[in-house]
């Protein structure tokens, strides 16, 4: 992944806000990279904007050597359901669906067969230790068994890149311990792992930290 | 997980706020179809009573409507029994039989049917239907001769054999019952009946006939005149006349001969009828209008709201990898089942209202009538689809990052 002095602008109350400014950054595959900084210095629009998800004012990204946002808003769904995983603060599963059919939905958007999506959910809500919440909804789960789910849903399709946007942010320390290490493990399966954070612990458990300020990227 | 699966869980997650879409879908469905439904057999029920309609001219008081007198053969208003004898005793060419008839509301075991006072030989002389084979309907050919009673020329079939010994024989105590009145009281030729105090015993059950005449109890005009207290009174006097001579001025010659009245002939009921079917097309299609506007307008403004309430769900779909078609999609699939559950559910209430409701309003049987059900569909997929379209294309264009909280 490659940012070429990628910048964002937002409008808001008549007023420009610099989300991100000239900022360039190299992340190789494999890595495990942590962003932390103060709120609102533009950590949560770097990962959308790695992922596809907002496209930039200036620059250019590089995604597996694609400039990203030279492909059209469907061929960069395409580019997300097949090699990009986000893991939300907020976990963002579908309240209506099950534990087992969060999981399946990256996977009937991959155009697999139901019976093969449901064996594929089972193993990974098995593997993060929820094999006995398969068709539990998420009201009905505790809020570290949610994030779990969001992190069974983000392997579904096998994805080379994880983009986390503060994924111990709303748990306690423990379930947060917990989740990293899922993530690490994810990382040593060799995955690249970028990380939005807060919490010095969970940048430590990085291999590499991106400090933002103000729109720049300096390196730690 | 399908996308039917996902669209059909989000339904029942959120079903309080698609209740409402649902009910204004279902009830302008429902009666558009009830609507269609009774002006059919409405249409069928009156036609089946000018083919059974014998006489061609009618003679009512001057306030009677027609409505009042295909419904329910009954006026609050009469007018003399010495009528007849002016038609009788005119020179009028052309007046080939004249039946006069006087109606009663009579309640029978909470019921109220109808009892019609006939002076039997022309009553049965007009009425082509209750002739069986035919055999005292009006000659097509050589009009103005006087209708013959052909039966006795014929093998004696069991109706003709009934009607024939009334038509000679209906006495003041003697009533005839419509197959409707039979069935539900229970009738058999033979039994005794008390009508309005006086015991009457019923000569025959007469056949079916589709029209309201099955409604009737038929008994002999002065023996129901005796009953309603009023003298020598008629309702009605249904005349067959000459075609030529209906053509050459009959009408207004009656007229002329029975100021007090109001003639009118066939072609004026057929006018009327007319009229009224195209009354009750043109309200069916205000209705149609109604529910486009408010079910449309419903369903449109249940989908942009659900648009907006799932946008961080939308969100999370496009984060996972949905293209826009999918989006829209899930969309569109979910007013298809609403608008399919919204026309087969309206359908089922049109004709169950129809067909409650149309013998209280219109006096007349009614079925279902399957024909309706692809029209039903038809317009509320449409309707749904239609509506859903713009909220579903917004959905489908919806910036995946905006929709996500975090940013």
């Known amino acids: 992944m490659r940012l070429e002095s990628v910048s964002k602008t937002y409008r808001h109350n008549r007023r420009t806000v610099t989300a991100l400014d000239n900022a360039s950054v190299q992340i190789a595959a494999g890595e495990f990279v942590a962003v932390v900084g ?134 306690d320390p423990e379930t947060g311990q917990h989740i990293l290490d899922l993530l690490e493990d994810m990382n040593r399966e060799g995955r690249t792992i970028v990380m939005v954070t807060h919490d010095p612990r969970a940048a430590a458990r990085a291999k590499r930290t991106l400090r933002l300020q103000n729109g720049r990227i300096s390196q730690e | 997980m399908h996308l039917r699966k996902l669209v059909w869980r989000e339904m029942f997650e959120r079903k309080n706020q698609l209740a409402t879409s649902f009910l204004a879908i279902l009830l302008g469905i429902a009666v558009v179809v009830a609507i269609q439904n009774i002006s059919f057999y409405s249409e069928k029920a009156v036609a089946a009573q000018l083919d059974a309609l014998g006489a061609n001219i009618l003679v009512l008081p001057k306030s009677a409507s027609l409505q009042d007198y295909y419904s329910a053969d009954m006026q609050d208003e009469e007018f003399p029994e010495e009528y007849v004898q002016r038609l009788a005793l005119s020179d009028l060419q052309g007046l080939d039989n004249l039946s006069p008839k006087l109606s009663l509301p009579v309640k029978l075991r909470e019921r109220t049917f109808t009892l019609t006072g006939i002076l039997p030989k022309s009553e049965f002389q007009a009425k082509a239907m209750w002739s069986g084979a035919g055999i005292f309907s009006r000659p097509a050919e050589g009009c103005g001769a006087v209708a013959d009673v052909p039966g006795i020329f014929r093998p004696p079939a069991r109706e003709t054999l009934v009607r024939q010994r009334v038509i000679d024989d209906l006495s003041d105590t003697e009533v005839l019952t419509g197959a409707d009145v039979a069935a539900v009281l229970g009738l058999q030729p033979g039994d005794s009946l008390e009508l309005l105090g006086r015991r009457f015993t019923v000569t025959a059950v007469l056949p079916p006939t589709g029209t309201v005449d099955d409604a009737r109890l038929f008994a002999h005009l002065h023996a129901v005149q005796e009953l309603a207290g009023k003298g020598p009174v008629l309702n009605a006097i249904e005349i067959v006349g000459c075609c030529h001579e209906i053509s050459g001025g009959l009408v207004q010659k009656i007229n002329k001969l029975l100021p007090e009245a109001k003639v009118v002939t066939i072609a004026q009921v057929v006018d009327t009828q007319v009229r009224t079917n195209q009354m009750m097309a043109r309200l069916s299609l205000i209705f149609l209008a109604i529910i ?43 007013a298809l089942l609403l608008g399919l559950a919204g026309g087969i559910c309206g359908y089922g209430l049109g004709t169950v209202l129809a067909v409650s409701l149309g013998p209280r309003v219109a006096g007349i049987p009614v079925l279902p009538m399957p024909v309706l059900v692809p029209w039903a569909i038809g317009i509320s997929v449409a309707l749904a689809l239609v509506a859903s379209y713009f909220p579903a294309r917004r959905a489908a264009r919806l910036d995946p990052c905006a929709t996500l909280q975090e940013v």
Request: net charge positive; proline share 5%.
């Open chain 1, 38 to 171: 103060p709120s609102g210095s533009g950590k949560s629009t770097l990962l959308l904007v790695l992922g596809g998800m907002l496209s930039p004012t200036a620059g250019k990204v590089y995604l597996n050597g694609h400039a990203l946002y030279d492909l059209s808003p469907n061929q960069r769904a395409e580019l997300r359901r097949r090699q990009v995983g986000f893991v939300f603060q907020t976990f963002n599963l579908v309240p209506y669906l099950t534990a087992r059919e969060n999981v399946q939905v990256p996977l009937y958007l991959a155009d697999m067969k139901p019976a093969a999506q449901r064996e594929r959910a089972a193993a990974l809500l098995e593997r993060v230790g929820l094999g006995d919440r398969l068709d539990h909804k998420p009201s009905e789960l505790s809020i570290g068994q949610q994030q779990r789910v969001a992190l069974a849903r983000v392997l579904a399709n096998d994805p080379g890149i994880i983009l986390a946007d503060e994924p111990t942010g709303n748990l």
């Open chain 2, 292 to 334: 486009v506007l408010v079910g449309g307008a419903s369903i449109a403004n249940y989908m942009y709201a659900n648009v907006y309430e799932r946008r961080r769900e939308i969100g999370t779909f496009m984060a996972l990898g949905a293209s826009s078609a999918v989006i829209l999609k899930m969309f569109l699939l979910k």
